[in-house]
């Protein structure tokens, strides 16, 4: 990204509510948020709740009948809404792509109506296909319908972006689409957020997208009322209530791991050798190091083989016939829950972190990952009966507050 | 049988056939151009409301059920003999395909999209010429074809009202029926229009190439 790339603006709602003509109820009933610039927002909540209707007030998609919207501090409320939603990015679900438009044709269209010049806009969509992971030498020219679901909802994101917005609106963008896609795009939305750090609102139903993307997330119930908005640790390990705890659901010490990355922990040294080492190394570093296992590195220092004393002179001395070969390994970036995925089905029970370029960084075993998750635990118990506490002694406060202001009105 | 063999018939009265085809052929051609942007703006117009669409459907689907020689008669009072009864009636029978699909495809663009487009930024004339109306236009095309090879046959009663085309051989064949000429004129006649028809499909298919985006090309 350039580095003009415009960084996130602040949201606040105000008493935001909407009526739809001829039904007795709010769909919206007087929502109060105040959403940080550069934070992911995630609204989750019963199908009809109305997270789509306030959602789409943000960009007045749907006019609101009461109360007010500032962007960036800006009151948006009263502002031509057509100038209002290019500057917000909407992505939504199965991506919306116009079908008779190709690629580049469907993410230049904000750029265009913004009126940027013809050269510029050609080299942001080249930039931003690469952005969203898409080559743009073989895509830049597709229509929509040769491409998959998950390669559409990159466009989608990328046409979102387009116009560099600072807030980006998404109503269950990868609602559409196969798990293991869905896995990829939210990898993707994190890493783009590290870059651009926009404000996003990302409405969902599934929890485990919302603890997974969310800084803060906003659980809500019938009308939009919020039951809970806070960071999914809190709401993982202290639910306000039934309702929020209900939608939490089972396993919410599982769902934790999700919260932490293997970078997090600690990431024990292991001896290794490589491939190209003589066999001498091989038996030194054993002796020195107490184990009996050692891991083998390619040439490129790549975990390759897991190698034990006795497995060489089964292999009679041959480096490439012994051990068991290494079949899986996990980044630093990778969750506390694929980490113990991988060593729970590894037969030894540890698994080898590699970096960037699949280089050997370190092992995580059994142990390790046991001990993180109860040091988690206990600090998430901690925070969460500090937090209670706060904010008792601010209602505490206030209620005194109050009392002396009834006091001092009574007097003037 | 007619004394005079068809094909002599034809060579001797190419002059006036063709020009008779070629009249027809323009007749219809102005009167479908008329009709078209006239169908797309009434379904423009309407297609949002429930009331309206149905409205400009049901009026423009009576107008069909009128027998073309009783609306052309009931013209002649009003505008006269000629070109002008033939023009109003054409373009009037031409409207209801047209009208229909256009309604028909605006209303089935995909809300989704729509949502979409609003969501971006365009406005609402905006959304109509780039999103929902490239969009509705396969259809719209279809109404144009079928309008247009109705318009072909009903073109012919023109000549009741001394209007141009290929109507004129036809009513002079039946008017003379018995002669040595008749049956070739209604031949002819009848023949110059199914050629023609067939030629302005052979038209639209190329302008549905040329003109249907290849994102929703079938
Ligand atoms: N155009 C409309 N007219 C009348 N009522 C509507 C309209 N759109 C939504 N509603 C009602 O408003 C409520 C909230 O709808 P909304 O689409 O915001 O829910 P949601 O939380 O996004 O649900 P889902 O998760 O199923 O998408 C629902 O009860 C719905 O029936
Ligand atoms: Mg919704």
Redesign the interface.
């Known amino acids: 990204m350039p580095e003009s790339s415009t960084s996130g603006a602040s949201i606040e709602l105000e008493n935001l509510t909407k009526r739809y003509p001829g039904s007795p109820s709010p769909a919206v009933d007087n929502v109060n948020m105040e959403i940080q610039a550069g934070e992911i927002v995630i609204f989750v909540g019963p199908s009809g709740c109305g997270k789509s209707t306030t959602l789409?007030m943000i960009?007045r998609?749907i006019e609101p009948t009461g109360g007010r919207i500032r962007i960036g501090g800006e009151d948006v409320t009263g502002i031509d809404p057509?100038?209002?939603?290019?500057?917000v990015g909407?992505a939504?679900?199965?991506a919306?792509?116009?079908?008779?438009?190709?690629v580049a044709q469907n993410i230049a269209?904000?750029p265009k109506?913004v009126g940027w010049p013809k050269r510029r806009i050609k080299s942001r969509v080249e930039e931003l296909l690469d952005l969203v992971g898409l080559d743009p030498g073989e895509f830049h020219g597709r229509?929509?319908?040769q491409l998959s679901g998950g390669q559409q909802q990159r466009v989608g994101v990328a046409?979102?972006l387009a116009a560099d917005p600072p807030v980006l609106?998404m109503d269950e963008p990868f609602g559409a689409v196969d798990p293991i896609t869905r896995d990829h795009l939210q990898d993707e939305l994190i890493r783009l957020q590290h870059e651009l750090h926009k404000t996003i609102v990302f409405v969902t139903h599934d929890f485990d997208e919302a603890i997974k993307l969310g800084d803060r997330i906003a659980v809500l119930r019938e009308r939009s009322h919020i039951a809970q908005f806070d960071t999914p640790e809190a709401i993982l390990t202290n639910p306000a209530d039934d309702f929020v705890s209900g939608f939490v659901g089972a396993g919410a010490a599982l769902k934790r791991l999700n919260l932490t990355r293997v970078r997090d922990v600690e990431i024990q040294d292991y001896p290794t050798v490589t491939i190209d080492d003589p066999l001498q190394e091989f038996f030194n570093k054993l002796r020195s190091s107490g184990t009996n296992e050692i891991l083998l590195l390619d040439k490129r220092r790549r975990p390759y083989k897991w190698l034990r004393r006795g497995d060489l002179m089964r292999a009679k001395g041959s480096l490439a016939r012994a051990g068991t070969l290494v079949h899986d390994t996990v980044t630093r970036d990778a969750t506390l829950r694929d980490a113990l995925e991988a060593v729970l089905t590894d037969n030894a029970g540890r698994v080898a972190v590699t970096g960037r370029r699949g280089e050997y960084d370190g092992v995580v075993d059994m142990e390790t990952l046991m001990n993180s998750v109860h040091e988690l635990l206990e600090a998430d118990r901690l925070e969460a009966m500090e937090h209670q506490h706060e904010l008792e002694e601010a209602r505490a406060t206030q209620t005194h507050a109050e009392q002396e202001g009834d006091g001092g009105e009574k007097k003037a | 049988m007619s004394d005079v063999n068809f094909w002599e018939y034809l060579g001797t009265r190419h002059q006036q056939l063709l020009t008779d085809a070629f009249q027809h052929a323009s007749a219809v051609f102005q009167c479908m151009v008329v009709a078209t942007v006239l169908g797309v703006l009434i379904g423009v117009v309407t297609y949002r409301s429930e009331w309206a669409g149905n409205l400009a459907t049901t009026t423009t689907s009576t107008i069909l059920t009128i027998p073309s020689l009783a609306m052309i008669g009931l013209l002649i009072p009003i505008v006269g003999l000629g070109v002008p009864p033939t023009v109003i009636a054409l373009t009037l029978y031409g409207l209801l395909p047209i009208v229909r699909n256009a309604i028909v495809g605006l209303r089935g663009v995909d809300a989704?999209?729509v949502?979409?487009?609003?969501?971006?930024?365009?406005?609402r004339p905006?959304r109509l010429v780039r999103?929902e109306l490239?969009?509705a236009w396969p259809p719209i095309l279809t109404g144009i074809r079928v309008s247009t090879q109705m318009l072909m046959g009903i073109a012919a009663i023109a000549a009741y009202a001394s209007g141009p085309g290929l109507g004129n051989e036809i009513f002079r064949g039946l008017a003379s029926l018995g002669s040595r000429n008749a049956l070739n004129q209604v031949l002819a006649g009848t023949l110059g229009i199914i050629v023609l028809a067939l030629l302005f499909d052979a038209a639209y298919v190329l302008i549905g190439r040329l003109t249907i985006?290849?994102?929703?090309r079938a």
């Open positions: 789409k960009n998609l057509v100038k209002l939603r290019r500057k909407y939504i679900q199965s919306g792509l116009f079908p008779h438009m190709t269209l904000v109506m229509y929509p319908r046409r979102a609106l | 989704t999209l949502d979409a487009a609003t969501g971006i930024g365009m406005s905006m999103i490239p969009l985006p290849r994102g929703i």
